[in-house]
């Protein structure tokens, strides 16, 4: 027995869901939106409007062209979400109220908009199944890939979108300059989220449904971002790229079309575990973030310090924002551990942090960075003191070479004279590399399904990105790097960056 609506407006079979319910009432018509879309609604009802304290009421308007909010009735409640700016799939979730398990989603592509009235990735997400499934997006040969960036151009993580957007420009310059991809050129356009996860939705939003919209998509560029932001690209089948590592990223199951450039925490932080072994540290206290960021650290220092056989005695997550980190530093340094280990996404963090070190008087205790302290540029800014024993993890790119590698000459002209590190802008040359690398693999079709196809069908060779100039393989189950043999390394938190490289490395 079905579960659609007939063709009458009469709802089919299901446990008490009438055609109308608490502030809910069908108008238009059920039967009047399935002749405008061509696809029929399942039993439930259409409202015409609500009432909710996060989005203004609205109405359906008579020319059933969807305004505002949609409400879903269903046996455990209604479910209100404010859809974002113009989205032109209709994604509707309705719980059959006989089996509270069980949902169904339906995509309606027609001309039904959704006004503006609040940024959510939820309605996007929801559509993740049932929308665009990454089909062909075949293009002209002389019409450009477009890669749309996301990034905190401003607020918080500007000090790594610099960084980023000039390894990008460096790899977009040199490609182009060879004659581009298969005869087309790279072409990059970059939004900013002033750092702020939310706002990045609404960004991202607007580009996807532009009429210009990108064949990749970079979602941010740390956790917080991407895990904000990914459901969108996902929803719309587009492929999508990022150096955000927390394992909840990488997910092929549910984001078939996203892969990473950065390895996970636990890798990234191996070089920190030798260091344990060689100090003969046996206790560590930990301070990381409150935020995605800091819970995908937290996982990787911990799965670091068992292997080395190292207790947590204590872990402080403070607000990223706060003024000073003092009373967190003071509360690990209680618990007298061997070592601190402390990493922020932000390079202010980094800095507040190891001032709170000198503040709280805890320079006689060793401590090490993680990946993101390593990309800030600790000695152009931070007191000499708080640099004292400070070790940090370093891919091994971001070390000078009597002779670097030739296929790097771009992205390293682009930092001569720079003190800041290398390691961000690295990142967006990989970016762009894989999908450059993506795109000549796959020919015409720039669609997610073909591009995510084309980088899982044999690995990234040698000489082509700054992070793993070995190569590296992604696999079906896999959508992040594997470090080889000889990736990392460390370096002292005070050594010197010449032309974003680190020019003193640890003995």
């Given at each position: 027995?079905?579960?659609?609506?007939?063709?009458?407006?009469?709802?089919?079979?299901?446990?008490?869901?009438?055609?109308?319910?608490?502030?809910?009432?069908?108008?238009?018509?059920?039967?009047?939106?399935?002749?405008?879309?061509?696809?029929?609604?399942?039993?439930?009802?259409?409202?015409?409007?609500?009432?909710?304290?996060?989005?203004?009421?609205?109405?359906?308007?008579?020319?059933?062209?969807?305004?505002?909010?949609?409400?879903?009735?269903?046996?455990?409640?209604?479910?209100?979400?404010?859809?974002?700016?113009?989205?032109?799939?209709?994604?509707?979730?309705?719980?059959?109220?006989?089996?509270?398990?069980?949902?169904?989603?339906?995509?309606?592509h027609h001309p039904f908009r959704l006004a503006a009235i609040g940024a959510s990735a939820l309605l996007l997400a929801g559509c993740g199944s049932a929308g665009n499934t990454g089909g062909s997006n075949s293009s002209g040969s002389g019409d450009p890939i477009r890669i749309a960036i996301v990034y905190g151009v401003t607020g918080a993580f500007a000090g790594f979108a610099k960084d980023f957007l000039t390894g990008v420009n460096a790899a977009k310059d040199s490609i182009n300059a060879a004659g581009g991809?298969?005869?087309?050129?790279?072409?990059?356009?970059?939004?900013?989220?002033?750092?702020?996860?939310?706002?990045?939705?609404?960004?991202?939003?607007?580009?996807?449904?532009?009429?210009?919209?990108?064949?990749?998509?970079?979602?941010?560029?740390?956790?917080?971002?991407?895990?904000?932001?990914?459901?969108?690209?996902?929803?719309?089948?587009?492929?999508?790229?990022?150096?955000?590592?927390?394992?909840?990223?990488?997910?092929?199951?549910?984001?078939?079309?996203?892969?990473?450039?950065?390895?996970?925490?636990?890798?990234?932080?191996?070089?920190?575990?030798?260091?344990?072994?060689?100090?003969?540290?046996?206790?560590?206290?930990?301070?990381?973030?409150?935020?995605?960021?800091?819970?995908?650290?937290?996982?990787?220092?911990?799965?670091?310090?068992?292997?080395?056989?190292?207790?947590?005695?204590?872990?402080?997550?403070?607000?990223?924002?706060?003024?000073?980190?003092?009373?967190?530093?003071?509360?690990?340094?209680?618990?007298?551990?061997?070592?601190?280990?402390?990493?922020?996404?932000?390079?202010?963090?980094?800095?507040?942090?190891?001032?709170?070190?000198?503040?709280?008087?805890?320079?006689?205790?060793?401590?090490?960075?993680?990946?993101?302290?390593?990309?800030?540029?600790?000695?152009?800014?931070?007191?000499?003191?708080?640099?004292?024993?400070?070790?940090?993890?370093?891919?091994?790119?971001?070390?000078?070479?009597?002779?670097?590698?030739?296929?790097?000459?771009?992205?390293?002209?682009?930092?001569?004279?720079?003190?800041?590190?290398?390691?961000?802008?690295?990142?967006?040359?990989?970016?762009?590399?894989?999908?450059?690398?993506?795109?000549?693999?796959?020919?015409?079709?720039?669609?997610?399904?073909?591009?995510?196809?084309?980088?899982?069908?044999?690995?990234?060779?040698?000489?082509?990105?700054?992070?793993?100039?070995?190569?590296?393989?992604?696999?079906?189950?896999?959508?992040?790097?594997?470090?080889?043999?000889?990736?990392?390394?460390?370096?002292?938190?005070?050594?010197?960056?010449?032309?974003?490289?680190?020019?003193?490395?640890?003995?």
């Open positions: 027995m079905s579960l659609y609506a007939q063709p009458n407006g009469a709802a089919g079979p299901r446990a008490g869901v009438g055609r109308s319910g608490a502030g809910c009432t069908s108008r238009p018509s059920r039967q009047a939106l399935r002749e405008a879309s061509g696809v029929r609604w399942h039993g439930g009802c259409v409202p015409d409007r609500v009432a909710d304290p996060a989005c203004p009421e609205r109405r359906l308007p008579a020319n059933a062209e969807v305004s505002g909010i949609l409400r879903y009735c269903g046996a455990a409640g209604p479910k209100v979400l404010c859809p974002p700016v113009q989205h032109e799939n209709l994604c509707v979730h309705y719980q059959h109220q006989g089996d509270l398990g069980h949902k169904e989603t339906i995509v309606k991809v298969n005869g087309r050129k790279i072409e990059v356009d970059v939004l900013d989220d002033k750092s702020n996860p939310t706002t990045g939705v609404s960004v991202l939003t607007k580009a996807l449904t532009s009429s210009n919209p990108p064949d990749a998509v970079v979602p941010g560029g740390v956790s917080t971002e991407v895990l904000a932001m990914l459901p969108a690209a996902s929803s719309r089948g587009l492929f999508s790229i990022a150096p955000a590592s927390d394992p909840s990223i990488n997910k092929p199951s549910s984001y078939p079309y996203h892969f990473g450039t950065f390895a996970v925490p636990q890798q990234n932080l191996t070089a920190i575990g030798a260091g344990f072994k060689a100090n003969g540290t046996r206790t560590l206290g930990v301070i990381t973030s409150s935020d995605a960021f800091g819970d995908a650290v937290l996982g990787g220092i911990q799965n670091v310090a068992k292997d080395a056989g190292v207790k947590i005695v204590a872990t402080e997550r403070p607000d990223p924002t706060s003024l000073n980190f003092d009373v967190q530093y003071q509360r690990v340094m209680a618990a007298k551990p061997d070592a601190v280990f402390f990493d922020f996404a932000s390079q202010d963090a980094v800095g507040r942090l190891l001032a709170s070190r000198v503040t709280v008087g805890a320079t006689g205790t060793p401590v090490y960075g993680g990946s993101a302290a390593a990309a800030t540029p600790l000695g152009k800014s931070t007191d000499p003191a708080a640099l004292k024993s400070c070790q940090i993890p370093v891919y091994r790119f971001t070390i000078a070479s009597a002779s670097p590698p030739a296929y790097l000459a771009p992205l390293l002209k682009a930092f001569k004279g720079s003190k800041d590190s290398i390691l961000s802008g690295g990142l967006g040359w990989d970016t762009v590399k894989l999908v450059a690398l993506a795109a000549q693999r796959a020919g015409k079709d720039t669609g997610g399904k073909a591009l995510a196809a084309a980088l899982l069908s044999s690995p990234v060779p040698a000489n082509v990105l700054a992070l793993f100039p070995g190569g590296v393989g992604y696999t079906k189950d896999n959508h992040f790097p594997t470090p080889g043999e000889g990736t990392f390394g460390q370096v002292p938190c005070g050594a010197t960056l010449q032309d974003g490289q680190w020019a003193q490395v640890a003995s």
